[in-house]
């Protein structure tokens, strides 16, 4: 290697690893077999075990914060068109809307479970909305004309939430593999095993010490740049880091077959009946393409396990979600649970975040990039160009990026 040579290590293979491997393999400056890129991913499954693997997949330009996400839409967009996004992870875009009605319980037979974990929060994704951006709704319920799949006899009222050509998706387990794939013909590597520390000297990172999957074997892997994108657990890792954690549960259903799903995400408000009072319960719905849906429930407070591997699914929870669906979709009552999960998804605890680019303050080399909160997904590719632009050119050049400087939550 010479003097000038660069040797990435990039700790968790979620979409925010995976992607900014990918970014800076591509960047003009790489040089394969001069530079070198390491991703360490501590689940003994690979890459996109954890949220990066389990989530909903909306790609949005009314995602926050919008530094990141005018990159990233656009981003979105340039990567689906070079690698043929819509048939490798399922990018399209898509109709986006809040419905609002009530809940047929009989037709489900009744359950309303809450589940263990605590207490349930909101994961906050309709906080970026603008509502001027929301065109008028159509008059009566403005229900759309394809949107069969919900019942029109619950609905009380459907609103687009932003304009066509605003929101799309990704399938984001598809996504992410397919940017560790990508990254690895350009020469990236992928080791198993779970980062226990940065090494570092004279003020400059000099490695990371890891757990080998393999053998148990606790060694050092040599870095010019540490990339810290290990997701929900980034703190284990640095402890200095203000990362807290939500537990999501979500399942994916397959509809009887030849059953159409049309292409809408609905984040929902469903009144249902529970004894005397009332109840509101919002799950949000996903229609994927391959005729595949997916719909999770509210975050809970559960603690962190070790690693990505020890994650409890709850099925109370689970069932609740596929409940809460069928109780507004005949379609999607009959049809097939494939997947009941859950993931943690990473939040900085003062707020804002996430927490993007190069903690000198700690070491010289040492770069942050987690806590995307719910919008991981979205903002990731213009995280991770971001990124290959502060490795090889020294400083962030796609955006304004220093509201998420780790010298504001470090
Ligand atoms: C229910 C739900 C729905 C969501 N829907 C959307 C959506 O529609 N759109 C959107 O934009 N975002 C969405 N998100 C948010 C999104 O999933 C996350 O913001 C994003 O996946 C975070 O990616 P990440 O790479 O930072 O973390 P992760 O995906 O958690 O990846 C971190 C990786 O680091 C690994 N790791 C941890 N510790 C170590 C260690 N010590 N050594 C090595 N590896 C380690 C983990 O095993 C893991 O693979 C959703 C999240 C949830 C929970
Ligand atoms: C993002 O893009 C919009 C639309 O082009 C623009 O109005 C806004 O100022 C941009 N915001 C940031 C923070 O870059
Ligand atoms: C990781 O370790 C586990 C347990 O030791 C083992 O079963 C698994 O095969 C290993 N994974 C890989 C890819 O080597």
């Keep these: 290697m010479t003097s000038e040579s660069r040797n990435i290590v990039i700790v968790g293979g979620g979409i925010v690893g995976c992607s900014t491997a990918y970014y800076i393999a591509n960047h003009p400056s790489f040089t394969k077999g001069t530079d070198k890129i390491t991703v360490l991913e501590a689940s003994k499954h690979g890459i996109a075990q954890g949220a990066s693997g389990k989530a909903g997949g909306l790609v949005a330009r009314w995602a926050y914060p919008k530094e990141l996400v005018n990159v990233s839409f656009e981003e979105h967009v340039r990567l689906a068109e070079e690698h043929n996004g819509k048939d490798r992870w399922g990018w399209r875009f ?4 809040s419905w609002e009605g009530r809940g047929d319980v009989c037709a489900v037979d009744s ?6 974990g605590g207490k349930r929060k909101s994961l906050e994704k309709t906080l970026g909305l603008n509502p001027q951006d929301a065109p008028h709704s159509r008059k009566s319920k403005g229900l759309p004309d394809d949107l069969l799949w919900v019942e029109e006899g619950l609905t009380d009222t459907y609103s687009p939430m932003a304009a066509t050509g605003h929101t799309a998706q990704v399938h984001p387990y598809l996504f992410t593999t397919s940017m560790m794939d990508l990254a690895r013909e350009k020469g990236a590597d992928l080791i ?4 226990t520390g940065v090494e570092q000297k004279a003020g400059h990172v000099t490695g990371v010490t890891f757990v080998d999957n393999d053998t148990g074997d606790t060694k050092t892997l040599s870095a010019t740049h540490v990339v810290l994108s290990a997701g929900a657990w980034s703190s284990r890792v640095l402890s200095e880091l203000p990362i807290t954690k939500t537990r999501a549960h979500s399942v994916t259903i397959h509809p009887q077959p030849g059953v159409t799903i049309a292409p809408y995400v609905l984040f929902t408000e469903i009144t249902l009946p529970k004894g005397a009072r ?6 949000e719905i996903y229609a994927r393409p391959d005729n595949e849906v997916y719909a999770c429930g509210p975050g809970d407070d559960s603690a962190l396990p070790a690693t990505v591997d020890e994650v409890q699914v709850d ?3 689970c069932e609740s979600v596929r409940k809460h669906v069928a109780s507004i979709s005949p379609a ?8 009941r999960q859950a993931c943690f998804l990473p939040i900085v605890s003062a707020g804002g975040g996430p927490i ?9 080399g040492l770069i942050i990039a987690t806590g995307h909160t719910c919008w991981g997904i979205c903002n990731a590719p213009g995280t991770a160009k971001a990124l290959s632009e502060l490795v090889f050119q020294g400083k962030i050049k796609c955006a304004n990026l220093k509201k998420l400087h780790p010298s504001n939550f470090v």
């Excluded at 898509?94 to 809307?97: E, K, L, P």
């Excluded at 359950?111 to 263990?116: A, K, L, P």
């Design 111 to 116: 359950g309303t479970g809450v589940g263990q």
């Design 332 to 339: 999607l009552r009959e049809g097939t649970v494939d997947k």
């Design 94 to 97: 898509v109709n986006c809307g």
């Design 315 to 317: 099925e109370a929870a």
């Design 356 to 364: 993007v680019g190069e903690a000198a303050g700690i070491a010289k």
């Design 192 to 195: 198993l095993g779970r980062a």
């Design 278 to 283: 009332s109840q509101t319960v919002t799950p």
